[in-house]
């Protein structure tokens, strides 16, 4: 656990990165807006990037082939992540990028963030190693399996062999970089 946050002042003062990590359908989104929810008056405002915009546009071929390993090193662009949004949050500065769009499988509409002291990246590999020097605080949502797979199929996430390799991915991911154990907090998922 980190001793202290480092708070990176920026054109706008001081901003606190914090990862919610954890597997689909943990609870991950529903903990970043009840975070923003309640400071919302203690803070004068929130940024919330979700790393599901960041998923990376692959053709479906490639994307089958990737195994447990490479679906987790290629389903997410981190490095646009890191360029586009946390790098100049972090400097106060706003943040711009094209939203992967799940409908059409390519990048779409562009999205603009403004910068705030409180910057929440939330989303499964959002603590990755790769970004940890980036964070200030990383919050593991952990939930049982089970749960998780109801709540996919209840978003709409159907389609079994889909589902299959992007657990693999998450599987793979949380037996070998172990976010959880990087984590400065652990919650049930919820």
Same mark, same amino acid.
């Given at each position: 656990? %980190?001793?202290?946050c ?7 003062g001081p ?9 689909g359908g943990?609870g991950?989104s529903t ?6 929810a309640a400071?919302?008056g203690a803070?004068?405002a929130?940024?919330i =990037?979700?790393?599901?915009d960041?998923? %990376?546009p692959?053709h ?6 990737l195994d447990?390993?490479h679906?987790?090193?290629?389903y997410f662009d ?10 100049p ?9 094209? %939203?992967y769009d /799940?409908?059409?499988?390519?990048l779409?509409d562009?999205?603009t963030v403004?910068?705030?002291p =409180?910057?929440?990246?939330?989303g499964v590999?959002?603590?990755r190693?790769?970004?940890r020097p980036?964070?200030?605080?990383a919050?593991?949502v ?6 998780r797979?109801r709540r996919m199929?209840a %978003? ?7 589902i299959?390799? /992007?657990?693999?991915?998450?599987d /793979?991911?949380?037996e070998?970089v172990?976010?959880?154990?990087h ?6 998922g919820?």
């Amino acid at each position: 656990m %980190r001793a202290a946050c480092r708070l990176i002042a920026g054109a706008g003062g001081p901003v606190i990165a914090v990862a919610i990590d954890g597997a689909g359908g943990a609870g991950k989104s529903t903990l970043a807006d009840a975070i923003c929810a309640a400071l919302r008056g203690a803070v004068q405002a929130i940024a919330i =990037v979700r790393v599901d915009d960041f998923y %990376r546009p692959l053709h479906e071929d490639v994307r089958v082939a990737l195994d447990a390993e490479h679906g987790y090193r290629n389903y997410f662009d981190w490095i646009r992540l890191r360029d586009r949004a946390l790098i100049p949050l972090r400097a106060g500065k706003i943040a711009s990028y094209r %939203r992967y769009d /799940w409908s059409t499988g390519e990048l779409g509409d562009r999205v603009t963030v403004k910068p705030a002291p =409180v910057v929440l990246i939330e989303g499964v590999y959002s603590s990755r190693p790769e970004l940890r020097p980036l964070l200030d605080l990383a919050i593991f949502v952990d939930a049982p399996r089970d749960l998780r797979m109801r709540r996919m199929s209840a %978003r709409g996430q159907n389609a079994s062999e889909w589902i299959a390799r /992007w657990m693999a991915a998450e599987d /793979w991911y949380l037996e070998h970089v172990r976010p959880a154990d990087h984590a400065d907090l652990v919650v049930r998922g919820f």
